[in-house]
C-alpha cells in the first residue's frame, strides 16, 4: 500500500505534519507518515463506502427481515454513512452522540474531556477518532427507524468463516489427540496468534482466506514471532491448580475465534484452567470483531458440517457453554470504548476486579495490543511492563500480528533491520508478538 497521496490543501488546512509520529507521543493522523494518516485518508473512508454499498446490495434481505418499511431506512442509513465519509475526509469534529446507546453518556463524557483542538479524526489520538468512527456508525443505525438491532458487519464475518472451512478442518484433525505438554501449548498459542493476520479491517473488508496447513504454517512464520513468551504463559497455567479462570478478551470472528475456541478446549480438557470466559463486543466493531451471536453461529456452522470431525466438535463446544465451562461474559461496553487500558481501573473498577480473579487474562490482535500500550509512540525496544502504564489485573498476554505502527518489548537494532527489508513490516501482519507480563 502507498502511502503517498498528495492532498497539499487538506495538509495546509488541517495543520498536518509532514513527519513521522515523534517518539513518546500518541499517534495521531496529526502526522502524515503515520499509518494513522492512511487509515483515515483512505482507508476507514473505503470501509465506510463499503457498508453503504453493502445496504443497497443486502436490500432484499433487508426487506424480508425487517418490512416493506425499511426501504426508506435503507437509502437514508447509506446517506449518513456517506456523510460520515464526508466528514472524515474534512477532518471533522468527534461530536457528542444523541443516541440511546446504552454507553453514549460514557463516550460523551470522553469527549468533554477532550482538549477541544484535539476533537478532529485528524488531531486526536488515533485510538480515539477510531473508535469513535466505529461508535458513530452503530449510532446512525441505532437512530434509524428499523435497523437499529442489525449487525451490519454479519455477512462479511459469516462469508470470512466460510472460507475457512478447510483451515479449521486441517485444524480440527490436527488437535484430536494433543498431549498435555508445553511444546503442544505453546503450538496452540502459535496457531490462535496466526489466526489474528485473517482480520478484515486490516484488508478494508477484502475477504482473505487461510490457505496451506496451519501446523506447517506455524513452523514457516516462526522466524516472524518477534518476541515468544509461549513457555511463560504455559508456566502462569502449569503450576497453578487448575482451579482458575481464563479471561480471552476476543477479536475477530471467523476463523481467528475458531483458533480460540481450539486454545480454550485444549485449557479445558487439560485441567489448565476451571473456565474460558470469552469477552465480545457489545456492538459491530472494526468489521470482524465477535459478537455473541457469531459465537453461537460458529458453533452452530461448526455442529452443521457434514465432516463428522467438525460436527463433533462443534457439538463438544456447545456442551463445554453449556456446562459452563466456557462462558459468554456479562457484555462490558468498555471493550468498544475509546479508553485505553492503563485507565480501566479508573473508568471501569468492576471489570478491573472481575480480570483481576483471573489466572491469566489473554488479549488477542492489533487493537487490543493499542489499547495494553495506549496508541503511543513508545520506543520498540522499551519493556511491555513498562507500557502497560501499572494496567496488571492479573498475569496477562497479548497475542497480536502486527497491524499497526507501535510494538515494544523488541530486541534492540530488530525493527531498523525490518524497516530496511520493507518499510511497511507493521502494517501488514506478516509478523507477530506473543508477550507476557506476571502479575
Ligand atoms: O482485528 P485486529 O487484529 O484488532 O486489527 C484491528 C486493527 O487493524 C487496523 O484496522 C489496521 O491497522 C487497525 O486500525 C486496528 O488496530
Redesign the pocket.
Known amino acids: 500500500m502507498s502511502l503517498a497521496h498528495d492532498d497539499a490543501d487538506f495538509d495546509a488546512k488541517n495543520g498536518i505534519i509532514d513527519s513521522e509520529t515523534p517518539t513518546h507521543t500518541q499517534l495521531a493522523a496529526l502526522y502524515k507518515q503515520s499509518?494513522a494518516y492512511y487509515?483515515f485518508r483512505i482507508?476507514l473512508p473505503s470501509t465506510l463506502e463499503t457498508i453503504a454499498n453493502s445496504l443497497a446490495k443486502d436490500k432484499d434481505v433487508l426487506l424480508a427481515v425487517y418490512g416493506a418499511d425499511v426501504a426508506s431506512d435503507i437509502e437514508q442509513t447509506a446517506n449518513h454513512i456517506r456523510e460520515l465519509r464526508s466528514n472524515i475526509l474534512h477532518n471533522g469534529n468527534l461530536l457528542p452522540f444523541a443516541d440511546n446507546g446504552s454507553d453514549a453518556a460514557v463516550w460523551n463524557t470522553f469527549l468533554e474531556h477532550l482538549p477541544q483542538e484535539k476533537r478532529s479524526y485528524f488531531r486526536a489520538c488515533w485510538l480515539y477518532a477510531?473508535c469513535y468512527m466505529y461508535r458513530k456508525v452503530n449510532s446512525i443505525f441505532l437512530t434509524s427507524r428499523h435497523l437499529a438491532s442489525y449487525d451490519y458487519f454479519s455477512k462479511q464475518k459469516q462469508t470470512a468463516a466460510e472460507l475457512s472451512l478447510d483451515a479449521m478442518l486441517a485444524v480440527a484433525r490436527g488437535t484430536r489427540s494433543n498431549e498435555k505438554n508445553a511444546a503442544t501449548f505453546q503450538q496452540l498459542l502459535k496457531l490462535n496468534l496466526w489466526g489474528?493476520r485473517c482480520?478484515l479491517?486490516?484488508t478494508s473488508g477484502k475477504q482473505i482466506k487461510p490457505t496451506g496447513d496451519a501446523f506447517d504454517l506455524i513452523k514457516e512464520l516462526d522466524e516472524n514471532l518477534l518476541v515468544d513468551d509461549t513457555s511463560a504463559i504455559w508456566q502462569s497455567l502449569h503450576t497453578a491448580n487448575g482451579e482458575g479462570i481464563v479471561e480471552l478478551i476476543c477479536?475477530?470472528a471467523g476463523y481467528e475465534l475458531y483458533t480460540d475456541l481450539i486454545l480454550a478446549e485444549y485449557i479445558i480438557d487439560k485441567g489448565l484452567a476451571r473456565k474460558v470466559r470469552f469477552n465480545v463486543k457489545a456492538i459491530p466493531w472494526?468489521i470482524?470483531?465477535v459478537m455473541t451471536h457469531d459465537y453461537h453461529w460458529t458453533l452452530q456452522f461448526l455442529s452443521d458440517q457434514a465432516d463428522p470431525v467438525l460436527s463433533e466438535l462443534g457439538k463438544k463446544l456447545k456442551r463445554l457453554t453449556e456446562e459452563g465451562k466456557f462462558e459468554l461474559a456479562p457484555l462490558e461496553h468498555f471493550w468498544t470504548s475509546p479508553y485505553e487500558f492503563y485507565r480501566m481501573v479508573e473508568v471501569n473498577p468492576s471489570l478491573y476486579e472481575r480480570l483481576s480473579q483471573a489466572q491469566l487474562v489473554i488479549f488477542?490482535?492489533?487493537?487490543?495490543y493499542?489499547k495494553l500500550l495506549g496508541d503511543y509512540s513508545w520506543r520498540d525496544t522499551e519493556s511491555f511492563d513498562t507500557c502497560l502504564r501499572g494496567f496488571k489485573p492479573s498475569n496477562l498476554c497479548t497475542l497480536?500480528?502486527i497491524?499497526?505502527d507501535l510494538a515494544c518489548g523488541l530486541p534492540q537494532g530488530l525493527s531498523q533491520q525490518l524497516f530496511a527489508k520493507n518499510k511497511e513490516w507493521m502494517?501488514t501482519g506478516e509478523y507477530g508478538l506473543i508477550q507476557f507480563a506476571s502479575k
Open positions: 499509518f487509515t482507508r477510531e489474528n482480520d479491517s486490516i477479536d475477530n472494526f470482524s470483531d488477542k490482535g492489533d487493537l487490543n493499542r497480536r500480528t497491524k499497526a502494517l
